[in-house]
Nanobody
Framework: VQLQASGGGSVQAGGSLRLSCTASGSGISIHTMAWFRQAPGKEREFVAAISRSANAIHYADSVKGRFTISSASAQNTMYLQMNSLKPEVTANYYC????????????????????WGEGTQVTVSS
């Protein structure tokens, strides 16, 4: 499975961005897709996750109310709508997918995630 993220860029504080992540490959069997981010000098952290059927969603507390995760399962694509952006969300955003873990499970650092994509950089200036 290959994960391709896109949609990052540079915006001013208060602006919005929409990230996309598409999974490709033969025999795709994904239960959950998720976004993580890593800022310079910091550890990677969970942002949001959605089950393939979209009936389960989990957000990090820090993004609740400002970020919205959604998916188009038929296209194996996941989105992250980010509004009211602040400079502290500047990071490289990675998409991830797992065959078995649900949205809560994929958020736990103790669990190994099956697939990772290349990151897309989000930079928010003040």
């Amino acid at each position: 499975v290959q994960l391709q993220a896109s949609g990052g860029g540079s915006v001013q504080a208060g602006g919005s961005l929409r990230l996309s992540c598409t999974a490709s490959g033969s025999g795709i069997s994904i239960h959950t897709m998720a976004w993580f981010r890593q800022a310079p000098g910091k550890e990677r952290e969970f942002v949001a996750a959605i089950s393939r059927s979209a009936n389960a969603i989990h957000y990090a507390d820090s993004v609740k109310g400002r970020f919205t995760i959604s998916s188009a399962s038929a296209q194996n694509t996941m989105y992250l709508q980010m509004n009211s952006l602040k400079p502290e969300v500047t990071a490289n955003y990675y998409c991830a997918a797992d065959q078995d873990l649900g949205p809560m499970g994929i958020s736990r650092p103790s669990n190994n995630v099956d697939y990772w994509g290349e990151g897309t950089q989000v930079t928010v200036s003040s």
